[in-house]
């Protein structure tokens, strides 16, 4: 299964695709574009408004994964649906191994 998790010299790239003004905050799953990247579903009740979702997706994230909202940021898409978080929490291997078993138990596979 394709991975939206991606590990760098500098931590964890995570792929994302977030849908603001959801009815709650959630991680739905893992989607495949059509160019076979994997992409992690969140959905927030934040607007996109002022980073306010951003800041939504992160805290959300970090939670679920039980590291430091400050160790996950935003590094590219600020503005689009289809952004790249980099968290810094810890070895990068092991951290990219450690989300992709969460992603096996939450049971979000990719689906096309």
Do not use: I, Y
Request: without cysteine; proline residues 5%; positive net charge.
């Amino acid at each position: 299964m394709p991975s939206p998790f991606q590990s760098a010299a500098d931590g964890v790239r995570v792929a994302v695709r977030v849908t603001p003004r959801a009815s709650a905050d959630r991680v739905r799953g893992v989607v495949l574009d059509e160019a076979g990247v994997a992409w992690l579903q969140v959905a927030v009740t934040a607007v996109p408004e002022d980073g306010r979702a951003n800041k939504a997706v992160a805290a959300l994230l970090a939670k679920r994964w039980r590291v430091p909202k400050s160790t996950v940021e935003v590094v590219q898409g600020a503005t689009d649906r289809r952004k790249t978080l980099l968290v810094r929490s810890g070895d990068p291997d092991g951290l990219a191994a450690r989300l992709d078993a969460w992603l096996a138990d939450e049971g979000l596979a990719a689906t096309g």
